[in-house]
């Protein structure tokens, strides 16, 4: 009884705070939660290589319950990458050992743009990570978070062939060709929105819209080019489950990232979060928004900062704990329990 009702407790903590509803505590995760940080992964990771670990259905929900349990966090986001969708777009991905992606042959021509798929099949391409959701959902005791790239990042990493400092092919195509910039994104959007659909249908009780390299563009640039195709993708699961928008390096956006969609705005720490949730408006809830390299400062620094951020979110509902970015893999899990363990502490109403 007792532990049914606890149980219940650590599911809604998380969820209301998503509806901005008061909770008993501020609900904290962390974006990169489980990855090459932790032990127990560079064990699995010793045995198959990433991408053989996203595919399988029972490691992923391995991975994905070993971060909660691990680290005591109160939501938990499904193993996966945002890429994985490129498979069935058509765009031949690998990732080099200790690299990030690699794109084989980088979108650059209008042939290879034309030939992108109108629809895809996500259950015969991306059924794995329906499956994957299915087995965490079975073994979580906190809810589980699908997600995907937007369309602007994942474009990004076709043209560009890999992560890129300054996106020039990327807004060259963008601003040379607005219509099949428009047309590609369409494509990438509409995949997307049948993605996360089918991660809902899954199991998925919340969806996060990563769009981590959004900050490379000003507002007006965003919003002509940008944000109609992540508002497919949002609008797509809008009303099945609470959304998280989430971008980074460039707060100007928040307006913009706001009117394109999203439950919930993840903010990075390029601005204190009062001011960031103040240009997003109250009426939206916000994630965020500890700087990342925190967690490699000494205890008690670190600590001080997430008491910071608390001191700004100033208790309201609708704030959900995080970094502003993922967490780096030089940081210890000792670390990641303690600030975990600090939040937990401080915010308890
Ligand atoms: O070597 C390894 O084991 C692979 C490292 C790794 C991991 C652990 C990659 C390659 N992806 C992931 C998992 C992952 N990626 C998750 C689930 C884990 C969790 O959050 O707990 C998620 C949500 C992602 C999403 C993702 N992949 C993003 C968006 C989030 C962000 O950090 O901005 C991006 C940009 C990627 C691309 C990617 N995949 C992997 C790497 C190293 C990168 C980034 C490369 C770059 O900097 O361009």
């Given at each position: 009884m007792w532990l049914a009702l606890c149980q219940s407790l650590r599911v809604s903590v998380f969820l209301d705070a998503l509806h901005k509803r008061p909770t008993s505590h501020t609900p904290i995760w962390l974006m990169?939660?489980?990855?090459?940080?932790q032990a127990s992964y560079q064990a699995i990771r010793q045995k198959v290589d990433f991408l053989e670990l996203c595919r399988t259905p029972e490691l992923a929900c391995q991975v994905t319950v070993d971060a909660v349990d691990q680290l005591g966090v109160d939501a938990a986001i499904i193993f996966a990458?945002?890429?994985?969708?490129l498979d069935p777009l058509g765009v031949d991905f690998s990732f080099e050992k200790g690299m990030g992606p690699k794109i084989?042959?980088?979108?650059?021509?209008n042939a290879q743009i034309d030939a992108i798929?109108?629809?895809?099949d996500v259950e015969a391409s991306l059924g794995y990570v329906g499956e994957s959701i299915k087995l965490a959902r079975a073994a979580l005791d906190v809810p589980l978070i699908g997600f995907c790239g937007a369309p602007f990042t994942l474009a990004s990493y076709a043209i560009e062939g890999g992560g890129s400092k300054n996106y020039h092919k990327t807004k060259q195509f963008m601003l040379s060709d607005e219509p099949r910039w428009h047309a590609l994104m369409d494509k990438f959007a509409r995949a997307l929105g049948a993605y996360v659909s089918m991660q809902v249908d899954a199991g998925a009780q919340a969806i996060q819209v990563f769009?981590?390299?959004?900050?490379?563009?000003?507002p007006l640039d965003y919003d002509r080019y940008v944000a109609p195709h992540t508002k497919t993708v949002l609008d797509a699961v809008q009303g099945r489950v609470p959304t998280i928008h989430f971008g980074t390096?460039?707060?100007?956006l928040y307006p913009s990232l706001k009117k394109a969609g999203g439950d919930v705005i993840g903010v990075d720490w390029r601005l204190p979060l009062d001011e960031a949730w103040s240009r997003i408006g109250e009426d939206r809830a916000v994630m965020g928004n500890l700087e990342?390299?925190?967690?490699?400062?000494?205890k008690d620094v670190m600590c001080a900062r997430a008491t910071e951020v608390l001191k700004r979110a100033?208790?309201?509902?609708g704030h959900v704990f995080n970094l502003g970015h993922g967490i780096m893999p030089q940081t210890t899990v000792d670390q990641v329990k303690c600030l975990v363990d600090h939040v937990h502490e401080v915010s308890a109403r």
């Open positions: 990169r939660q489980a990855g090459r940080y990458d945002i890429l994985l969708i084989a042959t980088p979108l650059r021509e798929p109108d629809e895809i769009d981590s390299w959004i900050g490379c563009l000003g390096g460039n707060p100007e990342p390299a925190t967690l490699l400062a000494p100033a208790g309201r509902p």
